[in-house]
């Protein structure tokens, strides 16, 4: 019973590895979607994301991501740094990871410009032996003497990631490659392989009220969309629509598997994600809310996530400067005054 339970959890740790946690508001963590954005914005920019997902379970899952980058006009770069922590289970897996980033922007044409991106992580992963609880524990005041609980350890891996981003004032489409040096994840001195990820997003600005550049509020939709491709097995499909009128944004979501056949020949279904962004000056709150839709969601509870994006600079620049190096930023999800020009 006691390998029995620890095949249990090893192979559970293993199942939710094979797939990286991800975030609703994927254009809420840049980053973390694609080092194609690094240094996307004419500022520094620090962004903070939480998600806590099935809170109705005993143990929810928890991810959390840290971000900062900048663009440098010089040198054309972006130089960025992501940290991400992920804990599921009863048993306190958890991943972590630190990645540095660099982006180089090319001007195609005077409207669109070309961003490729790469990263460069190291992370680790493993239980908290400590949490387990085997049968002889309970004679032992909690002390397992099985020789197999000691095989348990962290594992330590380098990772590599690439991307592009192709863009203009109110078109973008990129794609983003994770883990192309299949880091091993194994914390059993064995092999096993975390497979490739790879992203494929875009999206459109539709301005409702015909000139972006007037002092009128704003008003525009920003459809877009993600799809995810990680081994031979997964696939998904993330597509909505943002309606935006500044400083409010509110958006409707849908994730699945649409291209992917059940067993009874049915569409797999995940949630509906409803959003609701405030973005001031230099500040922009985001939360949404999972609407589970899949076979778990009397129990699963959903999942709620919460971004902070904080954009600075902490130094004046001469207009012809600013002139010289400005490059067209990114569509996103909010519009300020001067940004677009």
Not at 25 to 36: D, E, S, W
Not at 83 to 112: C, H, P, Q
Not at 148 to 170: A, T, V
Not at 176 to 204: C, Q, W, Y
Request: glycine share 8%; proline share 4%.
């Amino acid at each position: 019973m006691k390998k029995l339970l620890l095949i249990f959890f090893i192979t559970a740790g293993w199942s939710a590895r094979a797939q990286d946690p991800q975030f609703s508001q994927y254009y809420q963590a840049p980053l973390y979607l694609n080092p194609g954005f690094t240094g996307i914005t004419p500022q520094q920019r620090l962004v903070l994301n939480h998600r806590l997902q099935w809170p109705s379970l005993p143990q929810a899952f928890s991810t959390y991501a840290a971000s900062y980058d900048i663009f440098v006009d010089e040198l054309r770069s972006g130089f960025g740094f992501l940290f991400t922590t992920d804990k599921m289970g009863s048993a306190g897996w958890r991943t972590t990871t630190a990645s540095l980033l660099y982006s180089y922007k090319v001007k195609l044409t005077e409207n669109i410009v070309f961003s490729p991106g790469l990263s460069f992580g190291y992370g680790s992963n493993g239980l908290d032996r400590s949490k387990l609880r085997l049968g002889d524990g309970l004679e032992y005041d909690g002390i397992s003497l099985d020789p197999e609980l000691n095989k348990l350890g962290r594992q330590s891996y380098f990772d590599f990631g690439s991307g592009f981003l192709i863009y203009s004032k109110s078109l973008w489409i990129g794609a983003s490659f994770t883990h192309m040096n299949r880091p091993n994840l194994s914390v059993l001195n064995e092999v096993s392989r975390l497979d490739m990820k790879t992203a494929i997003h875009g999206g459109v600005r539709i301005s409702l009220n015909g000139n972006i550049h007037s002092r009128a509020k704003v008003s525009y939709l920003t459809p877009s969309f993600i799809y995810r491709m990680q081994g031979k097995v997964f696939t998904q499909l993330d597509i909505g629509l943002n309606y935006h009128i500044d400083p409010i944004s509110v958006g409707i979501w849908y994730r699945g598997k649409p291209f992917q056949q059940t067993v009874i020949s049915s569409v797999a279904q995940d949630a509906f994600i409803l959003y609701l962004g405030l973005y001031f000056k230099n500040l922009t709150v985001g939360y949404s809310y999972d609407f589970t839709i899949s076979e778990m969601q009397t129990a699963s509870g959903g999942a709620h996530e919460i971004s902070i994006v904080y954009e600075f600079n902490t130094r004046s620049t001469r207009k012809d400067i600013k002139k010289k190096y400005r490059l067209i930023p990114c569509p996103t999800f909010n519009s300020k005054e001067g940004f677009w020009n």
